[in-house]
């Protein structure tokens, strides 16, 4: 299939006049950048009918086309349809603009055509446009008109892919090519200058006949910046720059890795949706600042996402939220505007950025009174905080010593440090997060005995594992880039809970998102969900529903790392050799899908950490202190790593025995005691071992009979219940989303050894 698509791209490439772009000097690259480097900040504008339904624009269509990857709830006949019944009539692109400009954006970023095939232009190529709604105006030419007037500059997101379009990624590609093309020469030829180009991708197959398309481009637009998207197929992700036109990479929805190498633009939702979204979750202002300084101290540029409403207005919560962020850069800006990242490299505590003489720090969290930094090989002339102020600094013994203002606003304070000499050739440097003192974290409640003595009454639970790994037959599966992989015939949550139910287990500890990043729930930080899998189900929704129903509890597995973050080992930013442990960072990620898991899904018992492959750039105190702020009696624990001020102690492959026995948990958790613990956990799979397969998830198919016998799990079940611990037995669910047949049948054979009373386990049979 791909070789066929591939042909057809060439077949179309010939049937077009080749435009020959001249050739661009790095001087003449940088000057034409210029003003987006400059800029850092840009509103993106996701709209169009699908307003109507509050649902995520072109993702929620269903499928028309097998060669592409919607599979939404709205049927098609409904989605196409909606052009019918849009009518924002109170749009004033006007106000849009002063929005934009209000919050200290510089440039505008519009979906003029998105990949429901929908165009907010007055177009000739394709009927279905914005003309042919209610509404009847071009407001694509109302918005150029409006952000040129503001002195913004103006940007078109382009899907070059249309999963409307019959003839697209068939073997009448080149008729949809043609039709692409036209539609580019409209958005770039009829609304004077535009300064950027946003194309999309699909994660399938790209056959837009790239190389005459970038001419054509820039034939019409010779001073466009372009992103990188244009030229991307299947796995292959936002950070990677596959052809010289394209001027800089895109991370989705999460803050880039420091990188002043290459030009990057983070784009993220104020909401969890691109469009527009009833009743939606924001961020606040605090957040967006965070992000913003976060992203530009790692020399990246913000571009923020907007959803207005159908009738045309950007919702009321999210103008008030731009308003602060205005008023933050009315202060602020000159940390912002025409500066670079560095020289210290982003942290959860810090950011910075500089230009000229000049370094600007921005104090994101800061519990005390000073703040410590390796020293600039500069001297420092004068300390003062933007907004009036100045401010105390020290250096000694290779140390930068801030003394921070008692008094300090919501937002983020930013301290501007005027140098000696030139700040522009100090490298970057790296800063280890601040560590808390070995204490418990402040501002967390202990839990109160009698919280120990509901979680000590659950005894014991099925620990389910069913993700990529159940399709790989291996215990990590790296390198999975499409989550169609991800294939299971069914899901049965129902069997799984009554099945622990006849056990006469008191609660179920299921995973929600293993190393890989692929999430078991419909969060929406990511398309790396199950609800995008063939499965299009959110696992962890059914889950609590038959909990509801067999009347168990729900813990929560969750990787802190992942391997596709910033930094780690599918990460194409990271340098060689890279390890199997390499995790990256994303501290706004983790946060955020926490969020998710603890405020969507009714109360959790605890958490089960596995910092395997690191902490995923948010450490254990603060990650412990988000937690609480959203449960507080949700207990906490952490396999590997700094156990301060956790309540439960894990332990992997571990065994039953008191609170102070360390050796209990097992070989990754023995030489890590805390104080702070108040309960011991231990788990291990149902599987004995064996070769070939995995452990904890499904194995093979060959090792469908072999099972531990019900006497050891009973007896460690007796032992858990005589020293207060939790015992969670790893069973994993098959490739029909079901627990075996002799999981099922050796856990009754162990409900039915509670349910007699037996004291002892009878002797394990040979």
């Given at each position: 299939?791909?070789?066929?698509?591939?042909?057809?791209?060439?077949?179309?490439?010939?049937?077009?006049?080749?435009?020959?772009?001249?050739?661009?000097?790095?001087?003449?690259?940088?000057?034409?950048?210029?003003?987006?480097?400059?800029?850092?900040?840009?509103?993106?504008?996701?709209?169009?009918?699908?307003?109507?339904?509050?649902?995520?624009?072109?993702?929620?269509?269903?499928?028309?086309?097998?060669?592409?990857?919607?599979?939404?709830?709205?049927?098609?006949?409904?989605?196409?349809?909606?052009?019918?019944?849009?009518?924002?009539?109170?749009?004033?692109?006007?106000?849009?603009?002063?929005?934009?400009?209000?919050?200290?954006?510089?440039?505008?970023?519009?979906?003029?055509?998105?990949?429901?095939?929908?165009?907010?232009?007055?177009?000739?190529?394709?009927?279905?446009?914005?003309?042919?709604?209610?509404?009847?105006?071009?407001?694509?030419?109302?918005?150029?008109?409006?952000?040129?007037?503001?002195?913004?500059?103006?940007?078109?997101?382009?899907?070059?892919?249309?999963?409307?379009?019959?003839?697209?990624?068939?073997?009448?590609?080149?008729?949809?090519?043609?039709?692409?093309?036209?539609?580019?020469?409209?958005?770039?030829?009829?609304?004077?200058?535009?300064?950027?180009?946003?194309?999309?991708?699909?994660?399938?197959?790209?056959?837009?006949?790239?190389?005459?398309?970038?001419?054509?481009?820039?034939?019409?637009?010779?001073?466009?910046?372009i992103n990188n998207r244009l030229d991307l197929g299947v796995n292959q992700g936002n950070r990677l720059m596959l052809h010289p036109h394209a001027d800089y990479y895109t991370p989705?929805?999460?803050?880039?890795?420091?990188?002043?190498?290459?030009?990057?633009?983070?784009?993220?939702?104020?909401?969890?949706?691109?469009?527009?979204?009833?009743?939606?979750?924001?961020?606040?202002?605090?957040?967006?600042?965070?992000?913003?300084?976060?992203?530009?101290?790692?020399?990246?540029?913000?571009?923020?996402?907007?959803?207005?409403?159908?009738?045309?207005?950007?919702?009321?919560?999210?103008?008030?939220?731009?308003?602060?962020?205005?008023?933050?850069?009315?202060?602020?800006?000159?940390?912002?505007?025409?500066?670079?990242?560095?020289?210290?490299?982003?942290?959860?505590?810090?950011?910075?950025?500089?230009?000229?003489?000049?370094?600007?720090?921005?104090?994101?969290?800061?519990?005390?009174?000073?703040?410590?930094?390796?020293?600039?090989?500069?001297?420092?002339?004068?300390?003062?905080?933007?907004?009036?102020?100045?401010?105390?600094?020290?250096?000694?013994?290779?140390?930068?010593?801030?003394?921070?203002p008692a008094k300090r606003g919501p937002l983020a304070m930013v301290i501007k440090l005027e140098l000696d000499g030139s700040a522009m050739n100090i490298p970057a440097i790296t800063?280890?997060?601040?560590?808390?003192?070995?204490?418990?974290?402040?501002?967390?409640?202990?839990?109160?005995?009698?919280?120990?003595?509901?979680?000590?009454?659950?005894?014991?639970?099925?620990?389910?594992?069913?993700?990529?790994?159940?399709?790989?037959?291996?215990?990590?599966?790296?390198?999975?880039?499409?989550?169609?992989?991800?294939?299971?015939?069914?899901?049965?949550?129902?069997?799984?809970?009554?099945?622990?139910?006849?056990?006469?287990?008191?609660?179920?500890?299921?995973?929600?998102?293993?190393?890989?990043?692929?999430?078991?729930?419909?969060?929406?930080?990511?398309?790396?969900?199950?609800?995008?899998?063939?499965?299009?189900?959110?696992?962890?929704?059914?889950?609590?529903?038959?909990?509801?129903?067999?009347?168990?509890?729900?813990?929560?597995?969750?990787?802190?790392?992942?391997?596709?973050?910033?930094?780690?080992?599918?990460?194409?930013?990271?340098?060689?050799?890279?390890?199997?442990?390499?995790?990256?960072?994303?501290?706004?990620?983790?946060?955020?899908?926490?969020?998710?898991?603890?405020?969507?899904?009714?109360?959790?018992?605890?958490?089960?950490?596995?910092?395997?492959?690191?902490?995923?750039?948010?450490?254990?105190?603060?990650?412990?202190?988000?937690?609480?702020?959203?449960?507080?009696?949700?207990?906490?624990?952490?396999?590997?790593?700094?156990?301060?001020?956790?309540?439960?102690?894990?332990?992997?492959?571990?065994?039953?025995?008191?609170?102070?026995?360390?050796?209990?948990?097992?070989?990754?958790?023995?030489?890590?005691?805390?104080?702070?613990?108040?309960?011991?956990?231990?788990?291990?799979?149902?599987?004995?071992?064996?070769?070939?397969?995995?452990?904890?998830?499904?194995?093979?198919?060959?090792?469908?009979?072999?099972?531990?016998?019900?006497?050891?799990?009973?007896?460690?079940?007796?032992?858990?219940?005589?020293?207060?611990?939790?015992?969670?037995?790893?069973?994993?669910?098959?490739?029909?989303?079901?627990?075996?047949?002799?999981?099922?049948?050796?856990?009754?054979?162990?409900?039915?050894?509670?349910?007699?009373?037996?004291?002892?386990?009878?002797?394990?049979?040979?």
């Amino acid at each position: 299939m791909k070789k066929t698509l591939f042909c057809l791209a060439l077949m179309a490439a010939s049937c077009l006049q080749n435009f020959a772009a001249p050739a661009e000097t790095s001087a003449q690259r940088d000057a034409r950048m210029a003003w987006w480097r400059e800029g850092r900040f840009g509103m993106f504008i996701h709209y169009g009918p699908v307003a109507l339904t509050g649902k995520e624009i072109s993702w929620s269509r269903a499928n028309s086309n097998t060669n592409c990857p919607n599979k939404g709830p709205t049927p098609v006949a409904v989605y196409d349809n909606l052009y019918k019944e849009f009518n924002p009539t109170n749009f004033n692109a006007a106000d849009w603009t002063g929005i934009a400009k209000a919050a200290g954006m510089k440039y505008v970023v519009l979906t003029a055509k998105h990949c429901d095939g929908f165009l907010l232009w007055d177009s000739k190529v394709d009927a279905y446009n914005i003309t042919a709604t209610p509404f009847q105006r071009d407001l694509c030419a109302e918005l150029a008109r409006a952000v040129r007037a503001d002195g913004l500059k103006l940007g078109w997101y382009f899907s070059p892919m249309d999963w409307r379009d019959p003839d697209f990624r068939t073997e009448r590609n080149g008729a949809f090519i043609t039709r692409m093309q036209g539609q580019l020469r409209e958005l770039l030829g009829h609304y004077g200058k535009v300064d950027l180009l946003w194309f999309d991708h699909d994660d399938r197959e790209a056959v837009y006949d790239q190389t005459n398309t970038y001419a054509l481009v820039k034939k019409l637009q010779p001073q466009i910046v372009i992103n990188n998207r244009l030229d991307l197929g299947v796995n292959q992700g936002n950070r990677l720059m596959l052809h010289p036109h394209a001027d800089y990479y895109t991370p989705e929805q999460q803050i880039g890795g420091y990188d002043d190498q290459r030009p990057w633009e983070t784009c993220m939702t104020l909401g969890t949706q691109w469009s527009w979204k009833p009743n939606d979750k924001i961020k606040s202002a605090a957040e967006v600042v965070r992000i913003l300084a976060r992203t530009v101290g790692g020399d990246g540029n913000l571009l923020l996402n907007v959803g207005p409403m159908p009738d045309g207005r950007i919702e009321p919560r999210q103008v008030e939220v731009l308003q602060k962020v205005g008023a933050w850069m009315g202060v602020n800006g000159e940390s912002i505007y025409g500066t670079r990242g560095g020289p210290w490299k982003p942290t959860e505590q810090l950011t910075s950025t500089r230009k000229s003489d000049v370094v600007y720090v921005h104090v994101l969290k800061a519990d005390g009174d000073t703040l410590e930094l390796p020293a600039l090989p500069r001297n420092i002339k004068s300390a003062s905080v933007l907004g009036g102020g100045e401010i105390k600094t020290e250096t000694n013994a290779g140390k930068f010593i801030l003394h921070l203002p008692a008094k300090r606003g919501p937002l983020a304070m930013v301290i501007k440090l005027e140098l000696d000499g030139s700040a522009m050739n100090i490298p970057a440097i790296t800063l280890p997060e601040i560590k808390p003192a070995q204490s418990s974290p402040k501002n967390v409640p202990m839990v109160s005995a009698a919280r120990v003595k509901q979680l000590q009454d659950l005894q014991w639970g099925m620990f389910i594992c069913w993700s990529f790994s159940t399709f790989s037959g291996k215990e990590w599966t790296p390198g999975v880039k499409d989550v169609s992989f991800f294939k299971p015939t069914g899901c049965d949550t129902d069997q799984w809970v009554k099945t622990a139910k006849e056990a006469g287990m008191g609660y179920i500890l299921f995973l929600t998102k293993h190393h890989d990043g692929f999430c078991l729930w419909d969060t929406q930080t990511t398309d790396r969900k199950v609800t995008k899998s063939p499965l299009g189900r959110d696992v962890l929704a059914d889950l609590k529903k038959s909990c509801e129903k067999h009347g168990l509890k729900i813990a929560l597995y969750f990787s802190e790392g992942e391997w596709r973050q910033p930094g780690g080992l599918e990460d194409p930013a990271t340098p060689a050799p890279k390890k199997r442990n390499q995790g990256g960072s994303n501290a706004e990620l983790k946060k955020a899908q926490l969020k998710e898991l603890l405020t969507q899904y009714g109360p959790i018992e605890y958490i089960w950490f596995d910092h395997a492959i690191g902490d995923g750039g948010l450490s254990h105190a603060e990650t412990l202190a988000f937690c609480k702020s959203l449960q507080p009696d949700c207990f906490i624990g952490f396999n590997h790593g700094d156990q301060t001020g956790a309540d439960i102690r894990l332990g992997e492959m571990g065994r039953p025995g008191p609170l102070n026995d360390h050796a209990a948990a097992g070989p990754h958790m023995k030489d890590a005691p805390s104080q702070s613990y108040r309960l011991a956990e231990f788990t291990y799979p149902i599987l004995p071992k064996h070769k070939g397969g995995a452990n904890w998830f499904y194995s093979l198919p060959e090792h469908d009979q072999l099972c531990l016998p019900a006497e050891k799990l009973y007896a460690d079940y007796l032992g858990a219940v005589k020293h207060g611990n939790l015992f969670a037995l790893d069973v994993g669910p098959d490739y029909a989303g079901k627990l075996r047949d002799i999981d099922v049948k050796t856990l009754r054979q162990v409900g039915e050894m509670i349910r007699n009373g037996q004291k002892t386990a009878p002797p394990t049979k040979p």
